[in-house]
Structure formats: C-alpha cells, structure tokens
T-cell receptor, first 113, second 108 residues
C-alpha cells in the first residue's frame, strides 16, 4: 500500500501568518484528501485534491483560506492562510491505499499563538 | 448527507474481557464502512472493512443494514488494543466520513 510522508510534523506559528504542509506519496495516486482534526474532535474533510484540476472543497472550507496545490500524482500541499488560534489543529493528508482502504500521513500538529 | 456516530468516547475494559465499539451511520446509498485505528504515536491505519468480512487482530465487524450499524467486537481484549478507534463511511467521490472516535483503554 502507498506510504505518505508529511511535513512538518508540528509547528507553532504567529497569528496572521501562513503555513504550508506537504505530502509526498511513494506511488502515483489520482486523488488526495486533506483533513482537519480539531482538539478532541474527529477528522473533518477539508478538500479533495485532483491532479490537473482545482481542489474540491467541503462546506465550510474555502480556497482563499486553504489553498491546495497538486502539481503531480505523488505530491500535494495545503496552505493554512492568515492563521488565527482557531486554526490550531492536526492536519492530515490521505490517499487511496492497500486493501481498498486509505493511507494517511503522520499529521501536522499546528499551534497558532 | 452521510453521518457516522460513535456514541462512546471512552471504553475502559479489563484484559481478557470482551469489548464492543458501537458505530451507527446514516446514508441514503449503499454504504461502504471501515474501522480505522490509531495507536499511541502512530498514524491512522485501516483495521478492517465490511466488504472483506475478515477478522484482523481478533476484531470483527458486521454490517447490519436494518439497524444501520457496524459495531466492532473482540471477545478477549488485550493491552495492545488500547488505542483510538474510528468508524468511517465511504460515500460518493471516494470521500470518507468519520465518526467521533472511541478511545479504548485495556487495563491489566
């Protein structure tokens, strides 16, 4: 099954700044997914990233706040823009993996101060 | 819209006791359901999915369409089963919807 390398693993950022999270997959995948996991809560899908087209955002998430790039079939980035403390969360990327499930990155723990 | 509910945030059992994690879903289409597990300091990983009807690490889960449930069971819990468990539903567009998660603590 696919293996995803995600970085950074954690960061502490000042409010108003932006952070870009990267995910590298060791095989080509058509779709990648970005999730947010707020403290004490479950995973919420932010958007689906397809290569060669704009990302599809879920309700409550917008491109200006969470721009996504998908330059090829093995890589994607998510930027958290103009951060506020409410953006403090774990951010995860995911891609279809073995046994028809999904494989996940190790997560980025973001703290905004 | 689809929804996945895990009513228990925490399950605490003794080693060797049975454990059952509840999962209920709502979805208008034909559901595809999964259980994911996250051990301490590890990434989220697939435990099992309903289509394969397999037993992984002694865990089983049966899809009950009448009750819209996909409960996860293990007859004899082990300490290494302590982890966070998420029930998830795959809908159109290959998107996963996760339940709120259940933390399992197996005491010696």
């Amino acid at each position: 099954s696919a293996v995803i390398s995600q970085k950074p693993s954690r960061d502490i950022c000042q409010r108003g700044t932006s952070l870009t999270i990267q995910c590298q997959v060791d095989s080509q995948v058509t779709m990648m997914f970005w999730y947010r996991q707020q403290p004490g809560q479950s995973l919420t899908l932010i958007a689906t990233a397809n290569q060669g087209s704009e990302a599809t955002y879920e309700s409550g998430f917008v491109i200006d706040k969470f721009p996504i790039s998908r330059p090829n079939l093995t890589f994607s980035t998510l930027t958290v823009s103009n951060m506020s403390p409410e953006d403090s969360s774990i951010y995860l990327c995911s891609a279809p993996g073995g046994r028809d499930g999904y494989t996940f990155g190790s997560g980025t723990r973001l703290t905004v101060v | 819209a689809q929804r996945v509910t895990q009513p228990e945030k925490l399950l605490s059992v003794f080693k060797g006791a049975p454990v059952e994690l509840k999962c209920n879903y709502s979805y208008s289409g034909s559901p595809e359901l999964f259980w994911y597990v996250q051990y301490s300091r590890q990434r989220l990983q697939l435990l099992l999915r309903h289509i394969s009807r397999e037993s992984i690490k002694g865990f089983t889960a049966d899809l009950n369409k009448g009750e819209t449930s996909f409960h996860l069971k293990k007859p004899f819990a082990q300490e290494e089963d302590s982890a966070m468990y998420y029930c998830a539903l795959r809908a159109a567009g290959n998107k996963l919807t996760f339940g709120g998660g259940t933390r399992v603590l197996v005491k010696p």
